[in-house]
């Protein structure tokens, strides 16, 4: 039996275990984080290959007005740039850039398209694919070569932003997430100064895999393969995808509606090539670059990393069943498609890159995957069913479990905070209930 003090276990050092630590720290509670990797952080991580850090996992703030994350990278000195989506420059397969005006065009008959394909889907007696929903208002063969184009980079939107293809997308659930005025911006940094910043007023044991959680009418159970931990609650923030292949066994089982939820929400994949070249060959005053694919496992969209540390390099995006087939290539065979590409635009004579990675986010043990979607047959009741507890001592945050603001870093340390206060008030009532 591993000693601890703690009243609280939180299991995953990532940023909705180290928000709720921090939170429950403040308010009095001992607490100890078990954490599987050697190091803190999930998703956040950094690569050091191109002599400076780059973040291989998130590296976006998505609203900058009222976000934690705003205040936690002024707090820990992490300087981010705000992104001008005017400087998006999309080009057609011939290599030309489309006119803003083609794409607004574009942009107004597609999302009236949604709009058309959602109210069909929800008049439906069942859920359809955002693909199936959509096939009776949008019909890419009518198309013409410039808008086939732009459906394709739509298609991209999709399995990056959203981290899946649109054929597995709730036609009536997909986009009820919300967003946070302000715009959005692309970290000069990295997280890790924050995620390092968290932790280091917290008790984090790393390199400790939680196997099993035995919950008792007097306290918890946490069985890892360093021993076994005891408190008087736990709180459990890994990665949906972990829960849905059941690597931590609950004793007593979890009940049958949360496990459902969990079966039915969906674990998205994003991926980032990054590259960094001996000098700048496209557009300087670019923030992105959307190119016409080639082939179904070609990456497409860049981000113009020069304008955020003036170094010459490219974050190419990836997401959905795209990413998870580059994934199985080798180095090599990425990069020559990504190069392939690139040359198809800019011509046969640009650089070879100085320096390179690639994430593979579905093949690491601790993540398989990068954050959750809503599948067909999913809703975001099944959001709030993750969030509920599954008893009096066993409490669950992340991402996932967050209805309005999943998939982001905000929505994962808010969800901590969330159940941090549900612990709180839960403690509350214990101390205060009637003898």
Request: proline share 6%.
């Amino acid at each position: 039996m591993q000693s601890t003090n703690a009243q609280v276990l939180v299991i995953g050092a990532g940023f909705a275990g180290l928000g709720a630590a921090t939170c429950l720290q403040e308010k009095g509670f001992k607490v100890e984080v078990l954490e599987a990797r050697d190091r803190v952080g999930g998703r956040i991580c950094d690569d050091t290959s191109f002599g400076f850090p780059l973040g291989r996992g998130a590296n976006w703030i998505h609203g900058l007005d009222g976000n934690p994350m705003v205040e936690l990278a002024q707090r820990f000195g992490v300087s981010f740039s705000p992104v001008d989506v005017g400087r998006f420059y999309t080009f057609d397969r011939h290599g030309q850039r489309i006119p803003p005006e083609v794409l607004d065009a574009f942009e107004e008959d597609f999302e009236n398209s949604l709009i058309y394909a959602k109210d069909f889907a929800q008049q439906s007696p069942q859920d359809l694919s955002l693909a199936d929903a959509l096939a009776p208002f949008f019909k890419p063969k009518a198309l013409s070569p410039v808008q086939q184009d732009l459906f394709k980079r739509k298609l991209g939107f999709f399995q990056g932003y959203v981290g899946a293809d649109y054929q597995r997308l709730s036609a009536r659930n997909w986009d009820h997430e919300l967003s946070l005025p302000g715009g959005h911006a692309i970290l000069s940094d990295t997280y890790v100064p924050i995620i390092q910043g968290l932790a280091a007023s917290c008790s984090v044991r790393l390199n400790t895999v939680v196997t099993a959680i035995q919950v008792r009418d007097n306290g918890v159970d946490v069985l890892t393969d360093q021993g076994c931990y005891q408190a008087e609650a736990v709180l459990v923030t890994v990665p949906l995808s972990l829960l849905q292949q059941k690597v931590i066994h609950f004793d007593p089982p979890l009940p049958v509606v949360k496990q459902k939820a969990i079966e039915r929400l969906g674990m998205g994949l994003f991926n980032i090539a990054a590259l960094k070249f001996p000098r700048l060959f496209w557009e300087e005053d670019s923030r992105a670059l959307f190119f016409s694919e080639f082939d179904a496992e070609s990456i497409s969209t860049f981000m113009n990393y020069y304008q955020v540390n003036r170094q010459p390099i490219l974050l190419g995006y990836s997401g959905g069943d795209k990413a998870l087939k580059i994934e199985q290539a080798s180095d090599q065979q990425i990069l020559a498609k990504v190069m392939d590409n690139l040359r198809r635009h800019y011509g046969r004579n640009i650089p070879e890159p100085e320096a390179y990675f690639f994430t593979r986010w579905s093949q690491d043990p601790f993540s398989r995957g990068s954050y959750s979607y809503l599948p067909v047959g999913a809703s975001e009741g099944d959001r709030e069913e993750l969030a509920q507890p599954a008893s009096a001592r066993l409490f669950f945050a992340g991402e996932a479990s967050n209805r309005d603001f999943p998939a982001t870093t905000h929505g994962a340390y808010w969800s901590g905070l969330r159940e941090a206060q549900r612990i709180e008030s839960g403690f509350l009532l214990k101390v205060n209930e009637p003898r």
